[in-house]
């Protein structure tokens, strides 16, 4: 069965400055997509990033990037240049093919980044 | 484009009591998908559809069944509700093909409390 660990529940960082969160995942996959969801107080879920792991580029949306080390199937977000509205409920979540065109989306249990001024 | 819209957003049910949760989505997504998320925890995958007339189960149905009779709406029905069903839950939608690049889109949730 396909895990995914996020063993920082609560993290806290300055504004304008970086902070990384960190995600394990576990799986005998080799087609498999990666991604890091927000979900600000308002509950609704957002996608931050999304990484195909065929690609060894790492993915980047402005202020967002990862690093994705596929043989220690890790893949951590960096948040640059923190912002107040940063603050959320992380989630780092695993989707894998489960047969035919069906795939299985798998969620960590939330990193909780505060971001202060 | 109203994306992904659940109804109720919260909802207090007695033990016992039956109801349905509302998603409809306007983006003429094929794949939809109810999860549930309790507190501190992941989101977990209750039942998902990949068309109309077509769904499947997830990794928590039990106490739950779902219906897909047109591309947009996706209803989840709690027949016998049971304080373990006490949760938030989202709805989200994606298009088919490959889902990596096609991301799923999530409604706002609804919390609903079993007493």
């Known amino acids: 069965a396909q895990t995914v660990t996020q063993s920082q529940p609560e993290m806290s960082v300055q504004e304008a400055e970086t902070v990384t969160l960190s995600c394990t995942y576990d799986?005998?996959?080799?087609?498999?997509?990666l991604f890091w969801y927000k979900q600000p107080p308002s509950r609704q879920m957002i996608l931050v990033i999304r990484q195909e792991a065929y690609k060894q580029q790492n993915a980047t949306e402005n202020r967002f990037s990862v690093n994705f080390q596929k043989a220690a199937k890790s893949f951590s977000l960096k948040i640059s240049d923190s912002q107040l509205g940063d603050t959320a409920m992380y989630f780092c979540a695993f989707m894998k093919p489960v047969g035919g065109s069906n795939y299985k989306l798998t969620f960590g249990k939330g990193t909780l980044l505060t971001v202060n001024p | 484009n109203a994306g992904v819209t659940q109804t109720p957003k919260f909802r207090i049910l007695k033990i016992g009591q039956s109801m349905t949760l509302q998603c409809t989505q306007d983006m003429n997504h094929n794949y939809m998908y109810w999860y549930r998320q309790d507190p501190g925890m992941g989101l977990k995958l209750i039942y998902y559809s990949v068309g109309a007339g077509i769904t499947d189960k997830g990794e928590v149905p039990n106490g739950y069944n779902v219906s897909r009779s047109t591309t947009e709406d996706f209803p989840l029905r709690l027949e016998l509700a049971a304080p373990s069903q006490t949760s938030v839950y989202f709805c989200?939608?994606?298009?088919?093909?490959?889902?990596?690049?096609?991301?799923?889109?999530f409604g706002d949730g609804t919390r609903l409390s079993i007493l």
């Open positions: 989200a939608s994606s298009y088919s093909g490959t889902p990596g690049r096609q991301p799923q889109h």
């Open positions: 799986t005998s996959e080799n087609n498999y997509y």
